[in-house]
């Protein structure tokens, strides 16, 4: 869908990716809201194709007839022999060398293959007893872990041996989904401007308190419910009436107290569950 010849998905024209939407609309229900999200999606998606197609094309090196095998079904022989040609230019040479260097530094490799973060979490809190527990510091440790349960290296097991220390001296606070100073930050350092660890593409430390700070919201709503059925069945007595109460639920606003009664008859009815009789 989207050429290979283009250099870099920023450059590429409005209009351009105003059509890649509407071809994502004719397969997929999305509201415009997620706009955003699907147009970076299939620039990393266009990005790692591209990337596979030049590993390839590197392993035959001169092989003509071998490397024209490679070229895709939607693509030109045009755009190809183009893309093919962009790869022996200098700019590209020096740009390809630089990245080498970059990922030969990478000292701590993850295991997510292209599964990536996000739908290693998913599947944590799936198969997890208690979902919510699931934090960063846990995805980021199975996301650095081989299939045998060790370490993808001795380096990223002593970060992970120290992350071990720091959560077991905190243990009351080790299911902490803050990123502030949790066990990953204090090993690891501050995150890259714009990025967190353990987390998919596109998620910002300003996003993950958003979503902190509406988890704590109804971690309270649920425990001043709770305590409030807890007050009003132990304000009752045998005979069906309520001392001092507060009657919860009624046709307009069911489940939210509305009154307060003292000594009057209160319906048992399921449906009409604390309502005045």
């Not at 700019?91 to 000292?107: A, G, P, T, V, W």
């Not at 944590?124 to 510091?137: A, C, F, H, L």
């Not at 593409?201 to 807890?230: C, D, H, M, W, Y």
Request: proline letters at 4%; glycine letters at 8%; a positive charge.
């Amino acid at each position: 869908m989207v050429p290979l010849t283009f250099s870099d998905w920023r450059v590429i024209k409005k209009g351009y990716k105003d059509l890649y939407w509407q071809s994502v609309l004719q397969k997929f229900i999305l509201d415009e809201g997620r706009r955003t999200y699907a147009l970076q999606q299939i620039g990393r998606l266009w990005r790692a194709h591209k990337s596979r197609l030049r590993g390839k094309i590197r392993v035959y090196r001169k092989k003509k007839k071998d490397i024209a095998r490679l070229q895709p079904e939607d693509c030109d022989d045009a755009e190809w022999e183009m893309f093919v040609k962009q790869m022996s230019k200098r700019k590209f040479i020096l740009k390809s060398q630089k990245f080498q260097e970059m990922r030969e530094k990478q000292d701590l490799p993850h295991t997510c293959s292209r599964q990536g973060y996000a739908r290693l979490e998913f599947r944590m809190q799936k198969e997890s007893p208690n979902p919510s527990s699931i934090t960063r510091v846990d995805v980021w440790c199975k996301g650095h872990t081989k299939k045998n349960g060790k370490p993808s290296n001795s380096r990223v097991a002593e970060r992970m041996k120290k992350i071990k220390e720091i959560r077991n001296a905190a243990a009351s606070d080790s299911h902490n989904h803050s990123i502030q100073n949790d066990a990953l930050s204090q090993v690891l350092g501050p995150d890259r401007y714009g990025r967190v660890r353990g987390k998919g593409a596109g998620v910002t430390p300003s996003k993950v308190g958003v979503v902190s700070q509406n988890k704590e919201l109804v971690t309270q709503i649920q425990e001043k419910g709770a305590a409030r059925f807890e007050f009003f069945f132990s304000s009752r007595n045998g005979e069906g009436t309520s001392h001092s109460l507060v009657v919860w639920g009624n046709k307009n606003g069911r489940g939210f107290p509305f009154a307060f009664a003292k000594e009057q008859k209160v319906s048992d009815t399921p449906d009409t569950f604390g309502v005045l009789a």
